[in-house]
C-alpha cells in the first residue's frame, strides 16, 4: 500500500508537511519521491531521496522545500514552505526498488494529493 496525504488549502506564504508511506507488497524501497502535475502544464519533478543518502530538489523549490526519508517507517516527508500560488497542483509520491533521483522514472505511483495555495 501507497498512502499519501497533508494536502490542503493554503495561503500563500503558509506552510504543509505531505507524507508517502509504503507498506505490505511493497519491499526493499530504496527510492521515493514527488513530482506535481499543474492544469495545463508538464509533470514536473519536485524531490527525490534514495536510502543511501542520496536526494535532489529542484530549483525552482530548493529554496522552499526539503525531502526527508525515515527508513525505518518507510516513509518520506516533503516539507514546503513559504508556499506560493504557482506550486499549486496535484503532487505525486511515486516509489521504487532503484537509487535512481527521478520520481517520474520510479514503478509505483500513489493516487495524487491536491495541493492548492491561494493568493
Known amino acids: 500500500q501507497l498512502v499519501e496525504s497533508g494536502g490542503g488549502l493554503v495561503q500563500s506564504g503558509g506552510s504543509l508537511r505531505l507524507s508517502c508511506s509504503v507498506s505490505g507488497n511493497y519491499f526493499a524501497i530504496n527510492a521515493m519521491g514527488w513530482f506535481r502535475e499543474a492544469p495545463g502544464k508538464q509533470r514536473e519533478v519536485v524531490a527525490a531521496?534514495?536510502?543511501?543518502?542520496?536526494?535532489v530538489t529542484a530549483e525552482s523549490v530548493k529554496a522552499r522545500f526539503t525531502i526527508t526519508l525515515e527508513n525505518a517507517k518507510n516513509t518520506a516527508y516533503l516539507e514546503m514552505n513559504d508556499l506560493k500560488p504557482e506550486d499549486t497542483a496535484v503532487y505525486y509520491c511515486?516509489?521504487?526498488?532503484?537509487?535512481?533521483?527521478?520520481?517520474?522514472?520510479?514503478?509505483?505511483w500513489g493516487q495524487g494529493t491536491q495541493v492548492t495555495v491561494s493568493s
Open positions: 531521496v534514495t536510502s543511501n543518502g542520496r536526494s
Open positions: 511515486s516509489v521504487d526498488h532503484d537509487y535512481e533521483l527521478d520520481p517520474l522514472k520510479y514503478q509505483w
